[in-house]
């Protein structure tokens, strides 16, 4: 390699580097608790179901939002999820959908046992709700306190990392040149161990870090992404309703109806949510649903269904942009969280790794060698001859 | 980078290992069973190298000592 593109690549190297180091650190040990979410959440409120014969068929979700509708009669049901590894529903109300928008921690649920209908737990609204140690993992994790401004500027550092391990893998060549692969001259100085190890585990954790950060980069990215569709496929879709009025709670079909009608629509896809017409995240005229597909593939990537309030007749079964599936399965490729727990495992170990290769190279760097100066010193072969 | 000999000795390795961690991703996500085992297997290849070589840099053996142009421990230069 041209001495000058070395340097060019060293400089990059070095700055994306030293800008995403310490907010890359921080994601790291973030992220391991939230490999392990799942279990951590099941351990910290354990679950625990009254005994039912298997196969006991849910109870119908109007049923469930009625109850709610009982319980809270001044607000409004604006979603139901339902668990697919526990028999829970979740029922999700605001003071009103322009709350919802204006103020989401204004939101609370009701858990229920999906299978009998029993209320099983009543959150307080999310902005009272004290702030768990994994909420505080995941929000230093992704958006520091700061919403969309921290998930673009967080994504912004995923870039830089990037941007990072590329230009770490143009100068792992020159670099290796007169080295056996994995040599760690320990026999020197701590620096040139370091260095060393630096490379070797950059090196072997190449790819895994190079699509865990480009992952995240595209998960920082998911509120504008929806954003977009919102503003493109789903508004086309609504065109025929522009100037009708919003459905009354009287007039709609119900969230059951909804469900069928999406299940009948598309028989592949299982649904697991129901967005109520007039909620920010859906429709003014339709249940949206979200399903996934049955293959292991298929049941990453999440499929709407819009269904109109009044008659539950399907309006759409729209495909995702391309764009969304990009999210969709950035989505597992960055979590681990598809590969059972030894996967889960095996990603914390990279984690970890990662970890040492940034604070190996900010050592690298406190320890007074200029990158620059360093690369091009090795491809004379006459690094560390002072101590 | 200069002699392609060169090159070969320097990437083999690395692109080798590349190439199970691209496969040990894609193989638990696009497949269930015995893909998974297999998928752990291939993570943990670049994973034991790394660390194989981080914990026990003077040991012998195993692979990666093929550097055909110089010494093969590099600290006798």
């Keep these: ?387 | 980078m200069s002699s392609p000999g060169n090159f070969q000795s320097t990437w083999t390795m690395p692109l080798l290992l590349a190439l199970l961690t691209l496969f040990g991703l894609l193989a638990a996500l696009l497949g269930t069973g015995v893909w998974h085992a297999l998928a752990w297997l291939a993570l943990l290849v670049p994973i034991g190298t790394g660390l194989r070589y981080s914990l026990w840099p003077n040991a012998r053996g195993l692979t990666g000592r093929t550097k055909s142009d110089g010494p093969s421990r590099s600290d006798h230069r």
């Design chain 1, 1 to 387: 390699m041209k001495m000058q593109a070395m340097r060019g690549w060293a400089a990059v190297h070095k700055w994306s580097s030293l800008v995403c180091t310490a907010f890359l650190l921080i994601i790291c040990l973030t992220g391991l608790p939230l490999i392990f979410s799942d279990e951590i959440r099941a351990w910290q409120e354990p679950h625990i179901y009254d005994p039912m014969p298997a196969g006991t068929t849910a109870t119908s979700l109007d049923v469930l939002a009625q109850a709610a509708h009982t319980l809270y009669p001044g607000e409004v049901v604006t979603s139901i999820y339902m668990d697919d590894d526990e028999p829970q529903a979740y029922v999700w109300l605001a003071p009103t959908f322009e709350a919802l928008e204006r103020d989401p921690p204004s939101q609370h649920y009701l858990r229920f046992d999906s299978r009998t209908g029993k209320l099983l737990e009543r959150s307080q609204r999310l902005s009272e709700e004290p702030m768990g140690f994994m909420t505080w993992m995941r929000r230093l994790h992704t958006d520091w306190f700061a919403g969309l401004a921290g998930e673009l500027f967080l994504g912004f550092m995923a870039l830089l990392f990037v941007v990072a391990v590329v230009s770490g893998t143009v100068l792992y060549g020159p670099f290796m040149k007169k080295q056996a692969f994995g040599s760690v001259r320990t026999g020197r100085s701590a620096r040139l161990r370091w260095l060393d190890l630096h490379n070797l585990l950059g090196i072997v954790t190449l790819v895994w870090a190079s699509v865990v950060g480009f992952t995240g980069l595209v998960n920082e990215l998911s509120t504008p992404l929806f954003a977009l569709w919102q503003r493109t496929d789903v508004q086309e879709l609504l065109t025929p309703y522009h100037g009708q009025p919003q459905a009354t709670r009287e007039s709609l079909a119900g969230p059951q109806a909804a469900l069928d009608a999406a299940q009948a629509g598309a028989p592949g896809v299982h649904f697991g949510s129901v967005i109520f017409p007039g909620s920010p995240f859906g429709s003014p005229h339709h249940y949206v649903l979200w399903g996934k597909g049955d293959s292991p593939l298929t049941s990453r990537m999440f499929r709407p269904a819009l269904i109109d309030a009044r008659n539950a007749d399907v309006t759409a079964l729209p495909e995702m942009p391309w764009y969304l599936r990009a999210l969709q399965i950035s989505r597992p490729l960055h979590f681990g969280d598809y590969g059972g727990m030894p996967l889960k495992w095996l990603w914390a170990v990279l984690d970890l790794i990662t970890v040492v290769v940034l604070g190996s190279g900010l050592y690298l760097w406190i320890a007074r060698r200029k990158t620059q100066a360093l690369r091009t010193a090795q491809t004379k072969d006459t690094t560390e001859v002072r101590p």
